[in-house]
C-alpha cells in the first residue's frame, strides 16, 4: 500500500531593500575604485618611478580592500540575521 505524503509549504517574506541598497552603494565604491586603479596604471605605465602615483595606487588599492571587507561583513551578518529568524527550523527538509 502506498505511503501518503504530506506538503507544508512556508513562504519567508524579508524586507531586503536595505541590505540591497548598501550593496549597490558599496558595488558602486567599487566600480569607481577599478576605474581610479586603470587610471594610475596608465600613469604608471608612462611613468613606473613616479612615487606620487605609486602612493595613489596603495590608497586605491587599500580602498578596494576597505570595501570588499565592508561588503563581506554586511553580508554575515545579513546571513546571521537570517539564520536567527529562522531559528529552529529544519534545514534538511
Known sequence: ????YRSIYVTFEAN?????TALK???S????VSQNL???NKGL???PQNTELLAKKFAT???GIYNAEKRLKMLRKARSQAEAQLGGLDKTS
Open 45 to 47: 605605465k608612462l611613468d
Open 1 to 4: 500500500m502506498p505511503a501518503a
Open 61 to 63: 588599492l587599500s580602498d
Open 25 to 27: 552603494n558599496i558595488d
Open 29 to 32: 565604491e567599487a566600480t569607481s
Open 16 to 20: 531586503t531593500q536595505k541590505l540591497g
Open 38 to 40: 586603470k587610471e594610475v
